[in-house]
């Protein structure tokens, strides 16, 4: 038993070691390390700010790739907080958008979240806003 798993380790890292880094992007395309891109994060939730899903894959696929990219969100209150659970909003509840985007980061330092006003768009190849109802809502 051992050595089918040693074999099909072997097997499975010999298809993978074949793939390239990105199916989309394949060729020249595939490898992005010269460009610097600005991710711009509206909160943390697909009814009130960025959608978990949107801004993790966007995340991923740029460093999968080799791009560097910094992430911004607005130092402002959300326009309201919403209960995912109902789908309605909670009445009398405030938050930060740059404190909610910060989920993201998971408190690494060189990924931290930075202050939208402070984002100099001639630093960066591409501004990104990864989606969910946050963009049109607060931004």
């Known amino acids: 038993m051992l050595a089918t798993r040693t074999l099909l380790s072997k097997q499975t890292l010999a298809v993978l070691s074949r793939q390239p880094a990105c199916f989309v992007h394949q060729g020249e ?4 390390g010269n460009t610097n891109v600005a991710l711009v994060f509206s909160g943390c939730g697909w009814w009130d700010g960025t959608d978990v899903h949107e801004g ?3 995340m991923y696929h740029l460093s999968r790739n080799g791009a560097r990219f910094q992430m911004f969100a607005p130092n402002q209150q959300q326009m309201h907080v919403m209960d ?3 789908n309605q909003p909670f009445s009398g509840e405030n938050r930060n958008m740059m404190i909610e985007s ?6 690494q330092g060189k990924r931290q979240m930075h202050d939208l006003s402070t984002l100099d768009v001639n630093n960066f ?6 989606g969910g109802h946050g963009v ?4």
Do not use: S
């Open 29 to 32: 395309y595939g490898n992005w």
């Open 56 to 58: 993790a894959y966007t």
């Open 84 to 86: 995912h659970m109902k």
């Open 102 to 107: 910060a989920r993201f980061n998971h408190g």
């Open 125 to 130: 190849d591409a501004v990104i806003f990864p």
């Open 136 to 139: 049109v809502k607060n931004l």
